[in-house]
């Protein structure tokens, strides 16, 4: 992103040439209590086509520690754009993700007894004054720096098992992991490092200084582990998926829900790695407006998450929105980038096209189908539930049975882990005529066109939509 782009971001709120249909540009650079809400305002709108460049705080870790924050992440408030109606759906190219912060700590976690009900989530409590969400402040560093303001006792829902200190070069292409001193110097001006956005309130978890790992080297490769449309219910941002929102059936605190309000749940907190620039996502509306918000930003991560968390990082996305009239979705579709694409989901080469023929001519065929990837994000309470939920989607909007699903994916695709316990997305090649008919072929081939050498009636390739699909 341009330097003047980013000085931009150091605005409050705002949008640019502002028209009856919505802005061509929202500026965001503010953020919520850690709970999506579709009944509180939203900003903007963004226009059809418009943009929305966003300066995103640092995800898990930060408002972890953060007992104020009611929902473990602190995403921004979610963006109208405008004419979106329930049973819409809006594409999100994703242009640009830059990352600000200089340096990060992450880890694998234990949950602090006694320091919440529930769940350490979204849940933090003070047993002294019976009070959810208390408020802290940070005195030092360490894993007892963040204390009650009521009574100066330790007050963080979660320490380390094994944690890290990473710093990054100047380009932010690599990251390498800090001894002792080092991890200690930067947690005494740990916002600084962090390049936290003036108006996120998280304390940073490079406060804690973690330096069990030291000297390892990690490639950077940012993507949104928050990126999405606002659920039709209040719920805690990082339980905005199947498997998060799981632990709020039936608990003992303010934000729990039934199991029939899972279905409100629009699986923005995805952690997939793919979900990165040049990618292009495609949310369902659950409420007017849709509510497009991002958050959770990382700068590096392998499939699963395995850890429980990553890198996390405040940074800068733009990302260009899309209206998509009735496309009813349950949840996220991926195109990803072609070389995030599972081997056998990659679009066919010449080469591989001219063995196909010679098979095609030997048994007297016709032809073959034609087709191109497309991802189905699913979520569950367990990976085994995901991987149902990513198979299900699918059937429902190609209109194909499970059990043909499950052929196209095991032969022409994969399903790949996004998080453990319970997020995957679900890849195969689906015929070009039912991606047509769906409304979904032209972003298709926006991403996939230029790797495909089949042949494609005029009818497919005619006509571009309102917003230039």
Known sequence: MAPHAVSLLLWSVCTRTVTASGAETVYVDKFTDGVLDPNKPFL????????????????CWGPMITPHLRGG??????VEVAGAEVGDAVAIRIKDITITSMATASGNDYAVDGKFKGDPFCAAHHAGTNEFHPETYVDGIGEDAIKYK?????????????????????????????????????????????????????????????HH???????????????????????????????????????????????????????????????????????????????I??????????DGEIAGHTTDVAGTITAQVHLLKNMKLDGPILFVEHEDLPFLARPLSAKERLRAAEVVKTWGMDGIEESLPISFVGTGGDLNKATDNGLARAAQVLGFSVAEVKNRATITGAVEIGRYPGVVHVTLRAPIKVLEEKGLLKLALEQYGQYFGGELSSKSTSGQSKSGL
């Not at 903007?44 to 995800?59: M, Q, R, S």
């Not at 992440?73 to 979610?78: A, K, L, R, S």
């Open 44 to 59: 903007g709108p963004v226009k059809d086509g418009g943009h929305i460049i966003a300066n995103t705080a640092p995800g």
């Open 73 to 78: 992440h602190e995403v921004t408030i979610p």
């Open 150 to 210: 009521s009574d100066g006792q330790s007050a963080t829902p979660f320490k380390f098992t094994n944690g890290y200190t990473m710093a990054f070069d100047t380009l932010r292409e690599v990251g390498v992991t800090l001894p002792k001193h080092a991890a200690e110097t930067i947690a005494r001006d740990a916002k600084h490092y962090h390049a936290m956005p003036a108006n996120s309130t998280q304390h940073s978890i490079l406060t804690f200084a973690p």
């Open 213 to 291: 790992l030291v000297g390892v080297v990690g490639r950077t490769r940012p993507f949104m582990g928050q990126i999405g449309s606002c659920p039709s219910i209040p719920l805690p941002d990082s339980h905005n998926a199947g498997d998060f929102a799981t632990f709020l059936v039936g608990a003992p605190h303010p934000l729990a829900i039934t199991e029939d309000q899972m279905v409100h749940r629009t699986d923005g907190h995805m952690d997939i790695d793919h979900a990165r620039a040049g990618s292009i996502l495609i949310v369902p509306c659950k409420v007017k407006g849709c509510g």
């Open 293 to 302: 918000y991002f958050g959770d930003m990382h700068a590096m991560q392998g």
